[in-house]
C-alpha cells in the first residue's frame, strides 16, 4: 500500500510540473513596443433599428420593416499606442462597405423593396484592455467611439424614384472582444464588435415611404481579423 501511494504521489508532482511548464514564447517582447501598427479586414451585418409614428393617415399609408440584413465588407489601418501593461489606444481609421433593405407594406400587402446602401468612412477610437499572457494569446475587451461618414448618402436620386434618405454623419459606441494569438512573424487577432449609432439618420421629408418611419438608428456588428 506505501509503496503504491508513493508511486501515485510520484505521479502527480511529475502531472503537476509538466502543467507549469511554460511553452516557448513567440514575439516575447511585441506588447513592450510603444507604438505598432498593422490592418484589419472583416465582414459585417448592418442594420437599423426604428420608430413607427403613432396613428394612421394619408401620410403613413405604409408599415416599414427590415426585411433582411446584408452581409458587407470593411478594412482599416490599425495604430496602437500603449498606455500600460494591459491597457492601449488604438486608432482604426478605414472604409466600411454594406447595405439594408426596407420593406413597405400596405393595406394588400408588400408594396415595395428599397434596398439603402451605406459607404462609411471609419474614424474609431477604442480603449484595449487586456488580460495577461499565457504562453501565445491573450483575450481581450474593446470599447470606444467612432464617427461614420456615409458617402453613399449624397447619392442622387431621380425624381419620382421611391427612396429613404439618410444623414451622412453619425456617432457611435462600440464594444466587443477578441484573442490575440502571437505567432511567429505577427499577432493575429480574431474579434467580435458591435457597433451602436445614438443618432437620428433619417432626413424627414415629405415621402411617402419615409412618412411610415419615425426614427431611424443604424447598428452594425463586425467580424474583424488583425494582422498586427
Known sequence: ????????????????????????????????KWIHFGFMVGLNTMDFSFD???????DTLYFADISKPSPGFQVSIVSDLRMGDRL????????????????????????????????????????????????????????????????AARKAYESGAAFVRLKPLDFYLEFGFGIDFFLQYFKFSPELKVSAGF???KVHEQDRYGNSIKRLNSYVVMLCFYFE
Open 1 to 32: 500500500m506505501k509503496k503504491n501511494l508513493a508511486i501515485i504521489i510520484f505521479l502527480s508532482l511529475s502531472l503537476h510540473s509538466v502543467g507549469q511548464v511554460a511553452r516557448v514564447q513567440n514575439k516575447p517582447g511585441y506588447d513592450y
Open 52 to 58: 413607427r409614428p403613432a396613428g394612421s393617415g394619408l
Open 88 to 151: 492601449s489606444l488604438r486608432f482604426l481609421p478605414g472604409i466600411t462597405f454594406g447595405s439594408r433593405e426596407f420593406s413597405f407594406y400596405d393595406e394588400d400587402g408588400l408594396a415595395k423593396t428599397l434596398n439603402v446602401e451605406s459607404n462609411f468612412l471609419d474614424f474609431p477610437l477604442l480603449v484595449k484592455y487586456k488580460s495577461w499572457r499565457v504562453n501565445n494569446y491573450r483575450p481581450y475587451l474593446i470599447g470606444g467611439v467612432d464617427v461614420r461618414y456615409d458617402m
Open 199 to 201: 443618432r437620428d439618420v
